[in-house]
C-alpha cells in the first residue's frame, strides 16, 4: 500500500465521569460519542467531509510567514504528510501565513480529491478578491480550493461594506472555483453578523475555555456558534489552545472543544512531528 494512501482509523472513548460532569456544570451536553483526529466530518451543509483535526500552518502567522513556515519548506511538507499518513485530511493556510507553496508542495504527493484546503483573504475589495483567488490557485498547484474565506473581520457591518468581494466569492463558488465561502472573525459584533448572514457556509471561530484571544467569553460565543450551527452553516474552532496559554493544559482545552456540539471541526497548528502525534494522541484519549 503507497504510503500517501494509507489511513489510520482510530477511535477512543470521551465521556469519562470526570469529563461529564465538567461539561455540566459548563453547561454543555456530556460527550458521550467516541472521537479521533481523524473521524470524518461533514462541514455543516457544505457536502465537504474531512478530518476532525485540521493541521494549522499560521502559528503566529503574519505579514507573509509563520511558525510553521520558519521550519523551512521541506519540514513543513513532511509534517503535513505525516498528518496525512495519520488520517489528517484537512490543511489549513492563508494568504498572510506564507504558507502556500509548503501546501503545494504536500498536494503534490497525495490525492487533492482526497484533502481539504482552506485558505483565507485580507482583500476587501471586489477585483482583488478576484486576483486573489488566480494567485491562491496558482500558489496552492491546484485548480480549485474547498474554502475561501474573509479573515480577521472585525466591522459590525461587514456583510454590507464588503459585498462586492462578498460577490466574488459567489461567483466561484458557482463557477467551482471554490466550494464553500465564509469568514473568520475577530469580534463579537462581526461574529454575530456572520450568524445571520445567508452568504456565511463556514465560519472560523476562536474558542477556549478560558477565553483567551477570543470575541467575547466563552459562554457568549458558544451562544452565537450554537445559532450558526442550527443555521445549518459549518463552524470549524480555533484558538483552542488559547495561542499557546493553554499548552500546558491541552486535555482541558481539547475536551472542551470535544465537548461543545458545535464544532464540526478544529484547526491546531503544530511544529514538528512529536506535537503532532502527541496532539493526535491526546484526542483519541481525552
Not at 51 to 71: E, P
Not at 73 to 101: A, Q, V, W
Not at 210 to 234: C, F, Q, S
Not at 269 to 275: M, R
Request: glycine share 10%.
Amino acid at each position: 500500500m503507497n504510503r500517501r494512501d494509507f489511513l489510520v482509523q482510530t477511535a477512543c472513548g470521551v465521556g469519562t465521569a470526570l469529563l461529564a460532569r465538567k461539561s455540566l456544570a459548563l453547561g454543555l451536553a456530556p460527550a458521550t460519542s467516541k472521537f479521533s483526529a481523524s473521524d470524518t466530518v461533514e462541514i455543516g451543509r457544505t457536502g465537504i467531509k474531512t478530518s476532525r483535526l485540521a493541521m494549522g500552518t499560521g502559528t503566529f502567522g503574519f505579514a507573509g510567514r509563520s511558525n510553521q513556515t520558519a521550519l523551512g519548506s521541506k519540514e513543513l511538507i513532511n509534517l503535513l504528510l505525516n498528518g496525512y499518513d495519520n488520517g489528517l485530511r484537512f490543511f489549513d493556510t492563508s494568504d498572510s501565513y506564507g504558507s502556500h507553496p509548503h501546501i503545494a508542495g504536500a498536494l503534490k504527493q497525495v490525492q487533492r480529491d482526497k484533502v481539504t484546503v482552506l485558505t483565507k483573504t485580507d482583500t476587501r475589495d471586489a477585483k482583488g478578491v478576484r486576483a486573489d483567488l488566480d494567485r491562491y490557485r496558482r500558489e496552492l498547484g491546484t485548480d480549485y480550493i474547498d474554502i475561501v474565506l474573509l479573515h480577521c473581520l472585525t466591522e459590525g457591518d461587514w456583510t454590507e461594506r464588503f459585498k462586492g468581494a462578498m460577490d466574488v466569492l459567489s461567483e466561484a463558488k458557482q463557477k467551482g472555483i471554490i466550494r464553500a465561502h465564509g469568514c473568520s472573525c475577530h469580534t463579537l459584533g462581526a461574529l454575530r453578523a456572520a450568524a445571520t448572514s445567508p452568504w456565511v457556509d463556514v465560519d472560523l471561530a476562536r474558542i477556549n475555555p478560558i477565553g483567551a484571544h477570543m470575541d467575547a467569553g466563552p459562554a457568549t460565543v458558544t451562544g452565537v456558534l450554537r445559532e450558526m450551527r442550527a443555521a445549518g452553516k459549518g463552524v470549524i474552532g480555533m484558538k483552542i489552545l488559547g495561542q499557546g496559554e493553554m499548552r500546558n493544559r491541552p486535555d482541558e482545552a481539547l475536551r472542551y472543544a470535544l465537548s461543545l456540539n458545535v464544532l464540526d471541526a478544529f484547526t491546531i497548528g503544530a511544529e514538528n512531528k512529536a506535537q503532532q502525534n502527541d496532539l493526535i494522541r491526546r484526542i483519541a484519549a481525552a
